[in-house]
């Protein structure tokens, strides 16, 4: 059930309402950014008073060392994996959300899921230190809770990242689930059962499908900036935090390469659009 | 329906695990805003200088209001003129349609570090600078994406017929607008406000290479503390933010329903 | 006859109003936070001496600062650069020459940072040495019965797991090369300083990047030993009490000097003067080292007018340490590149 608007006069009257955001973010985004490509393709920064030339190299770098390729594809499982949990743990509890609870406790436990957005990301990253490490919360917890000792210390490791990650990441899946969840009619869900569907078919037939807009765009919004994320994995990761992203940022801060950061960032852009351009029909058809 | 009980007491248990996951570090992080070691070092050891030092601390709560003000701004300015976006998306198709839904990605794909220094550049050069206005300007640039993808969720999920029933009953295309789609699309439009404000007052690259001494927003701040000598007065005043913002969620849930409810 | 007299003296008062206000004027300053030049006291002690009001700004790299500077020409006053990137200012035209005979201080400079070929160029000096100090290793005193004497402790297997080294390229390759056996600044063997660092890595439990990180870590004894600046590992124990000491391997130890230099088109170079100066006064660096904790002083009667005791003057001062310490010296951005790039394989082959 394409749930599409209907074709109309077209752009002339879309264009009032597209007009202020696109704008916007022509002269704040894509304006800045062409002018980041264009530095892409060039040597030198002109700002640095060094003779400049137009090169393909900062492009060929990526395809001439395995190191730019392996963390390429260490951060999209990164992000894949973020994501994956992210809608594991994130999809149930939206659907209870939108489907179980009702009333005040729904809008109450509702804001409870977003506030965390609005803690400070760096603080979360360090509390998050106190609780993995040895010694930590979670040591501690266990180690009180069971009978023999173990050592628990996931601090500066892959999990570490992943945890933080998805910690951060997974109130967007809940949302966008529930927006989507919540504009199910139940009715409907009532009619699949009363002909007779298991709650497993009526879950699959009807629920997942109505509510895929709401997955689709949740994963879109986690995945995306996962693959690009630097801080997490550089505090968390410890020696194993090395990612495309931190990469990119040591040409920025650690040498004054922005043409090679510029152009592994647009590298990062490029595959990630094609990954979402093959996806998305994929989950539509899957709808 | 014994089985729906079940289920449905599952499922509550399974919220409570989640929103302990969630809280575990906020509530670490205001705990430690009461222990006495600046470097989070048990034993706990009660104290509440944190919280009095933070009222000395003049750039931490200089920063903090410039985070709100833009936050609240960039906000209000997101919800506008993405719900408007999503609305033209939703219900026109031209050509360049596919195109314009693509450009929605790349603020969110490229690393906010690229932007930001992008942004600086591209500002120094124009002459906008850097400062709490250049910022807002970004601000607003990188949460729009987020609204305009969330409403447009939310738009999917709306059945054309009711746009179109209305207006065979007179209705003109405001008066559509106002009173059958907006309503529908009202949780959409507040998850993109909550989203706008989130990426806004969290928002740490972009800003930092936008702002100026004095002109600063609070992660900068903080970021600025740990690199120098963190205290738990970051501690203090992250709590802080979190028990106001729950107290005015809290309270707005109580006389607004957003939850939808037909 | 009034009216011109009154008129001459409304313009001298005018004229003295004026040049006075010029004098007191903005300095604007960029240097690392909570370093020096923005502790409250001393700000308030210069504006009160000299009328000049200041405006500090920081960055949190070399390459931030460079960017900052080549982005606001004419704004900063003093910056605050690391005398192995002195030479890549001047090239860029940055930083202008500097009259020295109007600082007071700089004729008490230690003779060999004053002359360093890093700061003077063309006979003239585009860097007042402010303060010096190393990169050596520091230990949690819990873990350590004795302290160490050789480098080699890293790679001690006792410390699997509980060893950190700054996430910096150019020093973790210097750091090598000293373990190595060979100059910082003349690396013959790459090979070998690429080999040494695989072997560590497997020791490494995290890389640290600011004080905090190393300071919060050693708090909750999650580490033994690692790489540390000598001014911060002070720190770490006289200020915030933690159980850490330096150790300067007999291998020897990076050693760095930190100086001020003038951007060009700077719009108060009087006031700029006045604040170098002040920053370079044994005044301020004794009450700088008792309470906050700094590196040495490059001015002489600086270092001498503290305490005999004090770390600065015994343990830095010791000839036996300036035998085997090396400073930094200049290195290209190509060569700058080629460090970041091992550093960052070294990175992604651990596991």
Redesign the interface.
Known sequence: MAAQGTSRSGLSSALPLLAPAYLWLTAAIFLPLSAMVFFSFMTDLPLSGKPWAFTLGNYAAFFSQSLYLTLLLASLRLGLEVTLWCVIIGYPAAYVLAKVLKGRSREAIFLLVILPFWSNGLVRIFSWAMVLREGGILDTALNAVLPFKINIDLMYSYPAVIIGLVHSYVPYMVLTCYLTLQAIDDSLIEAGRSLGASRLQVLKRVIIPLSMPGLVAGAALIFVPVVGSFMEPRILGGRTGTFYGTIIEDQFVAVFNWPLGAALSFILLAVVLVILAVASPVLKRAA | MMTTRVLEGLGRFYIGLLLTFLYLPIIIMALMSLNVSPFYQLPFEWTTEWYASLWQNDQLIAATWNSLEIAVITTIICVVLGSAASLALYRYDFRGKKFLQALLFPPIAIPWLITGTAMLIFFFGVGIGRGLFAILLGHVALALPYVIVVVSARLQTFAPELEEAARSLGANQWQVTMRVTLPWIMPGVIAGGLFAFAVSFDQFVVSYFLSTPGQTTLPVEIYAAIRKGFTPEINAVSTIIIVVSMALMLLTARFFKFGGEK | MRMPRLTAFLTATSVIASVLAASAGEVHVLNW??YGADEPWAVEAFEKATGNKV????F??E??M??KI??NPGLYDVVMINAAFNDQAMA??LIQPIDVSKLSNYANISPDKASSPMLDHDGKVYGVPWVWGLTALAINEKSFDKPPTSIAEMWNAAHKGRVVIR???VEAVQFGAIATGQNINDIKDMEAVKAKLTSL?PQ????W????DW??MV????IDIGTYWSGSADRAKTH?K?PVSLVIPQEGAVAWLDAFSIPAGSKNVEGAEAFINYMIDPKFYVEWVTKVGAPVSANTKAVEALPEDAFNRKVMGDPEVAKRIQFQAPIT?KQ??AY??LW??L??D??
């Open positions: 936070k909570g405006i500090n700004d920081f949190n790299s390459q931030e460079l960017t080549r982005t860029e035209k996430d910096d390229a890595m490494i439990k995290t890389f990047s600011s004080e905090n300071n919060q708090a909750s004894n999650q915030f933690l951005d700058r590149e970041l790039a960052q394989q990175k992604v651990v596991k």
